[in-house]
């Protein structure tokens, strides 16, 4: 399995701070994608980076992917106590993601 | 979900009883997936389709058939509900394969 796995499996951070997720795994990829899961709700796409990328942002978001380590990271900048969900990195090969276990991170006011 | 919907969003089932959920999708996108996910183990795909009539299997497909006779109707059916079924049950949809998803809102089937 390719699934990816995030670490840590939780995050506690106050208002403001950055927050920092990592996720490896072990196999060939075409892309990594980072998703949110807010309680009782679906997945929502945050970013996607290609294997030939090193580095993207979107707004407050960061990804780095190294595909030497087969790692990457997602870093939240300024955090918001409405950024508090559940975050998945998933790897995209042969028209199929697979997913992580996940990150739950709390924000405190 | 904008353009994304499921069916129903709660079921409770008994054991042994056939179960069939829905996706539904207003955008056109060619590929549609189920989800299932479990505490511990994230989001395990169970088949997903590249096209009308054209599915395929995922890691967890056992005890889990699908149909797709229209772009816009994804179906997952349990033949016969066990209560290792009980899962949340995501239909995700991509306008192309390895781009980003788009996730249904989730049903929530309890097997009794």
């Known amino acids: 399995s390719q699934q990816g796995e995030e670490d840590p499996q939780a995050l506690s951070i106050q208002e403001g701070e950055n927050a920092t997720m990592n996720c490896s795994y072990k196999?060939?990829?075409?892309?990594l994608q980072w998703y949110r899961q807010n309680s009782g709700r679906g997945l929502v796409h945050l970013i996607l980076i290609r294997s030939n990328e090193r580095e993207k942002h979107s707004g407050r978001l960061r990804v780095t992917l190294d595909t030497s380590k087969k790692s990457s990271s997602l870093l939240i900048t300024a955090s918001r106590a409405a950024d508090t969900a559940s975050y998945f990195c998933?790897?995209?090969?042969?028209?199929?993601?697979?997913f992580g276990k996940g990150i739950t991170l709390s924000v405190r006011p | 979900d904008a353009g994304i919907t499921q069916s129903p969003r709660h079921k409770v089932t008994e054991t042994g009883t056939p179960v069939t959920l829905r996706c539904h999708q207003t955008e056109n996108h060619r590929y549609m997936y189920w989800y299932r996910q479990d505490p511990g183990h994230g989001l395990r795909l169970i088949h997903y389709s590249y096209g009308v009539k054209d599915t395929d299997k995922g890691e967890v497909s056992d005890g889990y058939s699908v149909s797709r006779s229209k772009t816009e109707d994804f179906l997952l059916t349990l033949e016969s509900a066990t209560s290792s079924q009980t899962s949340v049950y995501f239909c995700?949809?991509?306008?192309?394969?390895?781009?980003?998803?788009?996730f249904g809102s989730g049903t929530r089937l309890t097997v009794v």
């Open positions: 995700a949809i991509s306008e192309e394969a390895g781009k980003g998803y788009t």
């Open positions: 998933a790897t995209a090969f042969n028209s199929k993601l697979t």
């Open positions: 196999t060939s990829i075409n892309n």
